[in-house]
């Protein structure tokens, strides 16, 4: 593989009624991130997670919280989450009108910022952000769900991203997030990923079976 990549799984494919064991188990088991999957029923068709359970997971790894917020409008639920103990604040641009605006209040909070493109988002949505983001999320699924394919047809936007981003001069974190196995992972380090999420592929087989899931999705046998 082309550089050390970074596994988040995402806890939307834990256990919801052991969700501390299973945040406790996964960092034990080798993840470098949580990856937590906030979807608020109208700017994607379901509901999960909101800052009280990640307040209540805080205190039980230190491990950075990745919170990916699937959320139209999503400025206000921002402090919430930055208090709860986010580490990573990541949004979809087409969520809100002023997507400038909203990465300047992640950094006022003290937090990261990142900007999640879906599918049919374009690189160049990123255009006026670049000074100011710490992170780039490659949907490659449509949002909303767990256990998608992957859309392949994201690879080559990785690659652009990659590029972009090298070329710069500030360290910006590139993550893929949505259908990520073991094969799939290979192909995103290949194209240019640093970061990757992965919720099935994580959690599939049980405790027993995390660290050789993660260790798999980082390549190694
Ligand atoms: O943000 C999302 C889906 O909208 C993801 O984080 C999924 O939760 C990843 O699940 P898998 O595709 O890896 O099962
Ligand atoms: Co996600």
């Not at 034990?28 to 949580?34: E, K, R, V």
């Not at 003290?110 to 006026?128: E, Y």
């Amino acid at each position: 593989m082309r550089q050390k990549v970074r596994i988040a799984p995402s806890i939307l494919s834990a256990d919801f009624a052991r969700l501390g064991d299973e945040v406790r188990a996964m960092d034990a088991a080798g993840a470098d991130l949580i990856h937590i999957d906030v979807m608020d029923g109208h700017y994607v068709p379901n509901l999960t997670i909101g800052p009280g359970v990640v307040r209540a997971l805080r205190p039980l790894t230190r491990l950075p919280f990745d919170v990916h917020l699937m959320c139209s409008p999503v400025d206000g639920l921002l402090p919430a989450f930055a208090e709860a103990g986010a580490d990573i604040l990541t949004v979809h641009p087409d969520a809100g009108p002023h997507t400038h605006r909203t990465v300047q209040l992640i950094k006022s909070l003290g937090r990261k910022a990142g900007i999640a493109l879906n599918p049919a988002t374009p690189v160049a949505a990123l255009d006026h952000l670049w000074d100011d983001i710490d992170l780039v999320l490659v949907m490659s699924v449509n949002p909303g769900f767990g256990g998608q394919a992957f859309i392949a047809s994201q690879l080559d936007k990785i690659r652009a991203l990659r590029a972009r981003i090298d070329a710069g001069e500030r360290p910006i974190d590139l993550e893929v997030d949505g259908g990520v196995n073991v094969e799939t992972a290979q192909a995103c380090v290949a194209a240019g990923a640093d970061m990757l999420v992965a919720g099935t592929a994580s959690f599939t087989g049980g405790p027993d079976a995390y660290a050789s899931n993660i260790a798999r999705l980082k390549g190694r046998p």
